[in-house]
């Protein structure tokens, strides 16, 4: 069974730090591109980072270059999202999906990932 899980998430304060991770299990890990997407409260999902299949890549969004860090342990089948310099708009729901042999195209296509997490909720509030 194919399982994408997401935690890490909480309440942390502006400026703070927090790290997200995702395991994954049921399907070969390191064949994938993971991205992680955020959604906040009456906006649309949007694109974080992503981290190729193949060379170990990175990709962020503006938003967050240079406060988020993406990685992966292919041993542990899992892939964690570090965020520093937290703001308030990072809040949301943070999911990870895995794009087979990814990312193709936009890094940050929702319909090209093939499967997702159930998110974990980061908020950011003093």
């Known amino acids: 069974q194919v399982q994408l899980v997401e935690s890490g998430g909480g309440l942390v304060q502006p400026g703070g730090s927090l790290r997200v991770s995702c395991a994954a299990s049921?399907?070969?890990?390191?064949?994938?591109?993971i991205g992680w997407f955020r959604q906040a409260p009456g906006k649309e999902r949007e694109g974080v980072s992503c981290?190729?299949?193949?060379?170990?890549?990175?990709y962020y969004a503006d938003s967050v270059k240079g406060r988020f860090t993406i990685s992966r342990d292919n041993a542990k089948r899992t892939v964690y999202l570090q965020m520093n310099s937290l703001k308030p708009e990072d809040t949301g729901v943070y999911y990870c999906?895995?794009?087979?042999?990814?990312?193709?195209?936009?890094?940050?296509?929702?319909?090209?990932?093939?499967?997702w997490g159930q998110g974990t909720q980061v908020t950011v509030s003093p």
């Open positions: 999906a895995a794009q087979y042999f990814g990312p193709i195209g936009s890094h940050y296509n929702p319909g090209a990932y093939d499967y």
């Open positions: 049921g399907f070969t890990q390191e064949y994938y591109a």
């Open positions: 981290i190729s299949s193949s060379d170990g890549s990175t």
